[in-house]
Every structure is written in structure tokens, then in C-alpha cells.
């Protein structure tokens, strides 16, 4: 028979249910925050605010920066925006459509994405370990569903936890899943792990630990870039729609 100890509501039970609902919370704000998609406004944005690139430029790391068209939506879309076949529309800086949150993972949501991971994978290791101090307090002479609940929260702690470890690198290098494959040894878009995390989670510190609206550096259509040139010398860019 278990007991439960001030320590174990200090420790195990509070801790659990507080990352529970801060799980489901987050994983509701992933599914029902827009991505980000192309404004209508974008079509008509004045020569002044486009800047047409060097031609000494590399051409491949300058056309990840650039402006591009897209043929499904029949319209001209910002850098590292991509359609998703499965919502049926250009989605800014797209990282994957995600089947669990019925939901492309995107600029506006990849923070609420992230978050639950986090939530996941340290409320299944409170779980998991709770179980597993379970087994070693019994020696053993537990009921199966304790080995059953132990496997399967510290099976679901690693996977996700890995899943989440993968996105955060890719958050801190400034990369969606989509450019990790497709783009140059080279990122452009790299501006330094603090400078690269701010354009998803805004300058506020509560905003990386809680999921709650944040202002994001930047509108998902303007991003600063470093490009090389024939010669290796690396040029800066912001503020202006690349062409």
C-alpha cells in the first residue's frame, strides 16, 4: 500500500499535475494558433521596402534568403515560407505539418510546439520515476501495471524528450526541419543562439517558461541574414523584403 508523503505531494504529485496542464494548455495553443500564413497586404508591399541582392553573392545562400513564387498558390511568397500541401496554403517559416496538433508548426506557434514537448517529456520523467521508486520500495512485488505504467512513461520521457532536445538545437541555430535538409552548410539565417531564440520567444523571460502570447522579433516575413560572396566575406541584411 502507498502512502502519500508531504514529499511525495511536494515532489511527485504537484509537480506532475502543474506540468499537466500546462501540457494541455500548450497543446491546445498549438492547435488553434495560426501559423502564420502570407498577408494579403504582402502582394502590394512598395519597391522602397524590397532590396534586390548583390550579384557577387553566393546564388545558393542567397536564395534561401529571397523572396520566391509559389505555383500551388499562384503568388509570391517571403523567404522561408512553404506551402503545406495538407492545409492547402503557404504557411511562414514552416518547420512541418504535425499530425498531432492537426497543425502545421510554424512562426507563430513553433514556441507553444516546443513548450509541450518540454512539458511531456519532464511530467512523463516525474511519472516514470514515480513508478520506478514503486518497484524498487516493493522489491518487486507490485502489480503489473506499475511495470506497465513505469515502461511506458519512461519510453514516452526519451522520445519526446529527444524530439524536443532536436527542436531547441534547431531553434537556437535559427533552422526549421525543411531548411536542415535543403539548405547549405552555411545558415544565413544564424544570428547567434540569444539573437535566434528571440524571434520565436520575444525578449521576455516568462514567455520561454509559460505558453502565453509573446511578440516574437520580427513579422515572419523579414528575417536579418549574414550572406557570403565569392571571396567568403559575409554582408548583413534586414529590415528590407530580399529579391
Not at 501559423?35 to 548583390?54: A, C, H, Q, R, V
Not at 511578440?215 to 554582408?235: H, L, Q
Request: with cysteine; net charge neutral; proline share 5%.
Amino acid at each position: 500500500q502507498t502512502i502519500l508523503t508531504p514529499a511525495n505531494m511536494l515532489f511527485q504529485v504537484i509537480p506532475y499535475h502543474i506540468l499537466l496542464v500546462l501540457f494541455m494548455w500548450s497543446h491546445l495553443l498549438a492547435v488553434v494558433t495560426d501559423p502564420g500564413t502570407i498577408p494579403s497586404y504582402f502582394d502590394y508591399i512598395s519597391e522602397e521596402n524590397k532590396l534586390s541582392l548583390p550579384e557577387d553573392l553566393l546564388e545558393k545562400e542567397a536564395a534561401v534568403a529571397k523572396m520566391s513564387f509559389c505555383s500551388k498558390c499562384q503568388r509570391y511568397r517571403p523567404a522561408r515560407t512553404h506551402h503545406c500541401s495538407m492545409c492547402g496554403r503557404c504557411v511562414q517559416r514552416m518547420d512541418h505539418h504535425c499530425p498531432w496538433v492537426a497543425n502545421c508548426v510554424g512562426f507563430r506557434n513553433h514556441k507553444y510546439f516546443l513548450q509541450c514537448l518540454f512539458y511531456c517529456s519532464v511530467g512523463s520523467w516525474i511519472s516514470g520515476l514515480s513508478c520506478a521508486n514503486l518497484v524498487l520500495e516493493s522489491k518487486g512485488d507490485c502489480e503489473f501495471v506499475t511495470f506497465l505504467g513505469m515502461g511506458s512513461a519512461l519510453g514516452i520521457a526519451v522520445v519526446i524528450g529527444g524530439l524536443g532536445i532536436f527542436h531547441l538545437w534547431l531553434l537556437m541555430n535559427n533552422l526549421t526541419t525543411i531548411e536542415m535538409r535543403t539548405s547549405s552548410i552555411f545558415n544565413v539565417f544564424d544570428l547567434g543562439a540569444e539573437k535566434n531564440l528571440k524571434q520565436i520567444f520575444g525578449s521576455s523571460w516568462v514567455s520561454y517558461l509559460l505558453p502565453i502570447p509573446c511578440k516574437p522579433e520580427g513579422d515572419g516575413m523579414r528575417f536579418p541574414v549574414f550572406i557570403r560572396n565569392e571571396k567568403g566575406e559575409a554582408s548583413y541584411f534586414e529590415e528590407h523584403i530580399l529579391v
